[in-house]
């Protein structure tokens, strides 16, 4: 039996000199806004990145330009081969209000079948898929509900099964388990994880939890203040199999948050290069 979570492969994600400007309110009202000044980097075939920065630096802005639900002032997002015009084929995206994700009149299943019609998905196949994906995520005994007899923890993880189901090549994830409870939160970074490594996609995953990013991420990508840049582009050195007790416990873990902390509490303050950014605990292995 083929499992939905086969090997799907990821894409490359690269952003090149983004920028964006929201150009203030209506009818000529309000001043325009530099959410982005100028952001370059690459997300490589099958990686799992994280990026954080100070509240209001730009991260959704960033998220959704890649996901392209919004136009770049400047600069452009490419994935494989091809510039990012409008929502891509093969992206799948989760954003921090799953609430309003979800169709509250379609049951449980329903909504997680729903991208995969619109994807041509045979109907034997999507019921498989709806129904491996749900059990993935434990929600095996509830397909039949409505999103709103849910919590909201159990709500996110219909949004992750949706997500999953669709098998992606890239998978966008914006702050998803902010409104969850510590413990279900863990489980769904598991989750993650597992999804992740099982089909081999390219993950961009957006949090303001320092300790979060380092935990799932092969890289935290540590942004300014806005107008947001890269103030750092941090290699997480953990390993592929991370637990959450001896994983948090690691002396590498205590030493990348220390670092990324330090360049978060930096960014708030305004610093916009490495250089500018006065760290008391400068990372030993980097800069050994
Ligand atoms: N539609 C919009 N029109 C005008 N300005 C906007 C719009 N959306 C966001 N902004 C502004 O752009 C800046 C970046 O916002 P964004 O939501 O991307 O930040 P963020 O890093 O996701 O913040 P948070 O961590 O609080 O979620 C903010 O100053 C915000 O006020
Ligand atoms: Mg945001």
Same mark, same amino acid.
Not at 175 to 181: L, S
């Given at each position: 039996m083929t499992s939905p979570v086969d090997q799907v492969g990821g894409a490359r994600l690269s952003v090149r000199g983004l920028r964006k400007v929201y150009s203030g309110g209506g009818a000529g009202r309000g001043a325009p806004v530099e959410a982005i000044a100028d952001l370059t980097f690459e997300v490589r075939p099958g990686e799992l990145v994280c990026v954080v920065g100070p509240s209001g630096a730009g991260k959704t802005t960033l998220l959704r330009c890649m996901a392209g639900l919004l136009p770049a002032t400047a600069g452009e997002v490419v994935l494989g081969e091809s510039a990012i015009t409008g929502p891509p084929e093969g992206m799948a995206v989760v954003l921090q209000e799953y609430g309003r994700s979800l169709f509250p009149w379609m049951t449980v299943a329903q909504n997680v079948e729903l991208p995969l019609r619109e994807k041509g998905v045979a109907k034997a196949r999507r019921a498989e898929l709806v129904r491996e994906t749900l059990a993935a995520v434990g929600l095996g005994d509830v397909a039949g509900s409505y999103p709103w007899q849910l919590s909201g923890g159990m709500q996110q993880r219909v949004a992750i099964a949706r997500a999953a189901a669709y098998e992606p090549q890239v998978l966008l994830m914006d702050?998803?388990? =902010? =409104?969850?409870?510590a413990q279900t939160r863990f489980d769904l970074e598991d989750l993650v994880r597992t999804l992740w490594k099982r089909l081999g996609i390219t993950v961009v995953f957006v949090t303001h939890d320092i300790d979060e990013a380092i935990y799932l991420g092969e890289r935290v990508l540590v942004l300014s203040a806005r107008p947001t840049v890269v103030l750092e582009d941090v290699e997480v050195g953990l390993g592929q199999d991370r637990d959450q007790l001896e994983t948090r416990g690691d002396a590498e873990f205590a030493r990348l948050r220390t670092h990324v902390y330090e360049l978060v509490q930096q960014a708030k303050k305004g610093a916009r290069t490495l250089a500018e950014a006065h760290l008391t605990h400068p990372v030993g292995a980097r800069d050994a």
């Open positions: 702050e998803p388990f =902010a =409104a969850v409870d």
